[in-house]
């Protein structure tokens, strides 16, 4: 097969530079690691990798821990693809032809392969449950052939990967600016005492109620993460007050997709969210808060994922990022100094304008 690659798209210079290491690694069947901010459109930069193997007969699976992932990346790719046959697996999904030349699936449906792909992608690497799953992190290798490549995608690698990065003993590159060339919004930390002791008096801290109030008479959406379901709940309660229309989403909500939905289409002007938001979700022009950012959920990789949410499109590249905290953790320091370290990178590069 010639050319099975339909795209007319352009890759940014920090994409392009991605991209032609990612065919390296896929012509020398190399491990690489690509790092990438979030928005920075990570999945374009496996087009030309994935064309090459593909022309050459080779096998390719593209892996993720997460099934809202997979259903996202699958018709991408088969439009970009449109003569290839993809299998799209995970749980639940009867998609049985085993031999497609490209497989889309979730990590858990490749313990169901062994030795059988020459391309192995995983994305989004330091999401859960492949993270902390050695199950999952073995069905990976064994379903890939002795001769192959590896290829990890995450805007947040771990601190073992990051540690490797930075002393040359891992193979990686970094995709430091969004395409649209403006920095990455830095979160900002703003004490808020004991806010959850105000929220038993029905309370919310004046400084979340500052942050709230003008964004509900300006219309400025905004998305907002709690550390709890419980915590949420009480959240919600005292916000209704000030609008009716404020909504909240949790991972056992059956209507999550359907509140997503109409966040998007602007109908509700403020989503209070778990972390089940935290990454995948592109809204284009909102703010962010966490309250009680300093909750052991708030690890490192998910502050910078919300941090994440924030200014992704072309025509809104800012936004506000603010962590409300009842003293700052390690994590909220690291997330901060990652997405500035990026942000210079990307400058130094020539990726932002400035």
């Given at each position: 097969?010639?050319?099975?690659?339909?795209?007319?798209?352009?890759?940014?210079?920090?994409?392009?530079?991605?991209?032609n290491?990612?065919?390296?690694?896929?012509?020398?069947?190399?491990?690489?690691?690509?790092?990438?901010?979030?928005?920075?459109?990570?999945?374009?930069?496996?087009?030309?990798?994935?064309?090459n193997?593909?022309?050459?007969?080779?096998?390719?699976?593209?892996?993720?821990?997460?099934?809202?992932?997979v259903?996202?990346?699958?018709?991408?790719?088969?439009?970009?693809?449109?003569?290839?046959?993809?299998?799209?697996l995970?749980?639940?999904?009867?998609?049985?032809?085993?031999?497609a030349?490209?497989?889309?699936?979730?990590?858990?449906?490749l313990?169901?392969?062994?030795?059988?792909?020459?391309?192995?992608?995983?994305?989004?690497?330091?999401?859960?449950?492949?993270?902390?799953?050695?199950?999952?992190?073995?069905?990976?290798?064994?379903?890939?052939?002795?001769e192959?490549s590896?290829i990890?995608?995450?805007?947040?690698?771990n601190?073992?990967w990051?540690?490797?990065?930075?002393?040359?003993?891992?193979?990686?590159?970094?995709i430091?600016?969004?395409?649209h060339?403006?920095?990455?919004?830095?979160?900002?930390?703003?004490?808020?005492g004991?806010?959850?002791?105000?929220l038993?008096?029905r309370?919310?801290?004046?400084?979340?109620?500052?942050?709230?109030e003008?964004?509900?008479?300006?219309?400025?959406?905004?998305?907002?993460?709690?550390?709890?379901?419980?915590?949420?709940?009480?959240?919600?309660?005292?916000?209704?007050?000030?609008n009716?229309?404020?909504?909240?989403?949790?991972?056992?909500?059956?209507?999550?997709?359907?509140?997503?939905?109409?966040?998007?289409?602007?109908?509700?002007?403020?989503?209070l969210?778990?972390?089940?938001?935290?990454?995948?979700?592109?809204?284009?022009?909102?703010?962010?808060?966490?309250?009680g950012?300093?909750?052991?959920?708030?690890?490192?990789?998910?502050?910078?994922?919300?941090?994440?949410?924030?200014?992704?499109?072309?025509?809104y590249?800012?936004?506000?990022?603010?962590?409300?905290?009842?003293?700052?953790?390690?994590a909220?320091?690291?997330?901060r100094?990652?997405?500035?370290m990026?942000?210079?990178?990307?400058?130094?590069?020539?990726?932002i304008?400035?």
């Open positions: 097969m010639d050319k099975p690659l339909l795209w007319d798209g352009v890759l940014s210079e920090g994409q392009d530079a991605a991209s290491r990612v065919s390296v690694a896929v012509e020398n069947s190399a491990e690489l690691l690509v790092w990438a901010v979030a928005g920075a459109g990570k999945t374009e930069v496996l087009f030309a990798g994935i064309e193997a593909l022309s050459t007969g080779m096998r390719v699976c593209i892996a993720t821990p997460r099934t809202d992932v259903l996202e990346l699958a018709p991408r790719l088969q439009k970009v693809f449109p003569e290839i046959t993809v299998a799209v995970y749980g639940g999904n009867e998609d049985r032809h085993e031999y030349q490209l497989t889309i699936a979730t990590t858990h449906q313990l169901r392969f062994y030795k059988a792909f020459d391309v192995m992608i995983v994305d989004e690497v330091d999401a859960f449950p492949y993270s902390i799953d050695e199950t999952l992190q073995y069905a990976v290798q064994q379903s890939r052939k002795p192959s590896l990890y995608l995450t805007a947040t690698p601190k073992q990051q540690k490797e990065c930075r002393t040359g003993k891992r193979n990686y590159v970094t430091p600016a969004r395409f060339r403006q920095p990455l919004p830095v979160p900002q930390f703003v004490w808020s004991n806010w959850e002791k105000q038993k008096k309370k919310l801290t004046t400084s979340i109620k500052k942050w709230i003008p964004r509900l008479a300006s219309g400025k959406q905004a998305l907002i993460f709690a550390p709890k379901i419980a915590v949420m709940d009480k959240i919600l309660n005292i916000l209704r007050a000030m009716p229309l404020i909504e909240s989403v949790h991972a056992e909500d059956p209507d999550r997709k359907e509140k997503v939905l109409r966040f998007r289409n602007k109908e509700i002007p403020i989503l969210t778990t972390t089940i938001l935290e990454r995948g979700v592109t809204i284009p022009n909102i703010d962010v808060a966490v309250i950012a300093e909750d052991r959920i708030f690890t490192e990789s998910a502050l910078v994922q919300i941090a994440g949410r924030a200014g992704r499109s072309a025509e590249p800012t936004g506000d990022v603010t962590f409300f905290h009842y003293g700052k953790t390690e909220m320091i690291s997330a100094r990652q997405i500035v990026m942000n210079k990178e990307g400058i130094k590069k020539g990726l304008d400035v």
